[in-house]
C-alpha cells in the first residue's frame, strides 16, 4: 500500500514538473497569480471589458428607445429601426465585433510564438485607444475623425502582425 502511494507521488510529481516546463515553454515561468500575463494579455483583457460595456450601452440605450416591455420580450415582432444615439452604439458594437476576433488571434498568437517587443506593446495600445475613443467618438456622432481613428485602431492590429515576422 505504502509503495503504491509513494509511485502515485512520483507520478504525481513528474506530471506537475512536466506541466511547469510546458509554461516556461510559453514565457510564462512565473506562475503566481497576476504575474504570468504579459501586457498584451492584459490590454486583451480590457479590450474584453471594452466589449462587455459597450453590449451594455448598445443594449440600454435600445431599450430605452424601445422599451423595456421590448427588452423583456421574444422579439418577434418588427419594430422601427433604432435612431439616434442608440443606433449609433449598436453600430459601433458591430463594428468592435468585427475587429476583435482579429486583434485578439494576433495578441494570443504573439503570445504562443512568445513574441514580445515595442511593436506588440504599442499595437496592442493603439487598438485599445483607438477602440475607446472610437466608441466616443460614434456615440457623439462625429464624422471623420471617427474614421481616422478606426485606422488608427486597425493599425495597432497591424503592428502586432508585423511583430511576428
Do not use: C, K
Not at 23 to 31: D, F, I, T
Not at 76 to 98: I, K, S, Y
Amino acid at each position: 500500500m505504502a509503495v503504491a502511494r509513494q509511485h502515485d507521488r512520483s507520478r504525481a510529481d513528474y506530471w506537475r514538473a512536466w506541466r511547469f516546463s510546458q509554461l516556461q515553454g510559453l514565457g510564462a515561468a512565473r506562475v503566481s497569480r497576476g504575474e504570468a500575463m504579459t501586457f498584451e494579455l492584459r490590454i486583451l483583457a480590457l479590450s474584453v471589458v471594452l466589449g462587455l460595456v459597450q453590449i451594455a450601452l448598445a443594449s440600454h440605450a435600445a431599450s430605452l428607445q424601445r422599451g423595456y416591455r421590448w427588452t423583456a420580450s421574444s422579439r418577434d415582432e418588427a419594430v422601427p429601426r433604432l435612431t439616434g444615439m442608440a443606433a449609433r452604439l449598436e453600430r459601433a458594437l458591430r463594428n468592435f465585433v468585427e475587429t476583435f476576433p482579429l486583434f485578439a488571434a494576433a495578441v494570443l498568437i504573439a503570445h504562443v510564438t512568445n513574441t514580445h517587443s515595442w511593436m506588440t506593446e504599442w499595437g496592442v495600445q493603439l487598438y485599445f485607444g483607438a477602440r475607446v475613443a472610437y466608441l466616443a467618438l460614434y456615440a457623439a456622432g462625429v464624422f471623420l475623425l471617427r474614421s481616422l481613428v478606426w485606422n488608427a485602431a486597425t493599425l495597432g492590429i497591424a503592428l502586432v502582425l508585423l511583430s511576428l515576422v
